[in-house]
């Protein structure tokens, strides 16, 4: 998904030391997010947060903490999951609810990962 994560999501994901390069972030100074920038990691300052696609945080988590984020649908509902490299899965829709689109569904799986597995 080449959706960007939300700011909530992207400073969280500082908080965390995502150190990827991204072409998204958010500028604390003027309070905008500024997108096409040039290549860069933009959690090396204090006045700004990288904003990745929801795909560069899925791969992320898999390459560096052995975490895989996917969700799935039963038509009309989308389910976020996760799964660690050694096989503990965990179907979050008990957890955190069930979600009206992939794009939230994979912020929650995201979201979840974050605060509670790492």
Known sequence: ??????????????????KKKCTSFYDLISNTQIDNAPLGNYNLTKQSVSI???????????????YWCYVYTNGKIW???????????????????????PTEAYEAAIEYTLKNLL
């Open 1 to 18: 998904m080449n959706t960007s994560v939300s700011f909530e999501l992207g400073k969280l994901l500082k908080e965390k030391d995502f």
């Open 79 to 101: 389910h976020p999951c996760i799964q660690h490299k050694f096989g503990d899965m965990a179907v979050l829709s008990g957890k955190i609810g069930e979600s009206n689109s």
């Open 52 to 66: 990745p696609t929801i795909v560069e945080v899925i791969m992320w988590l898999y390459e560096k903490h052995e």
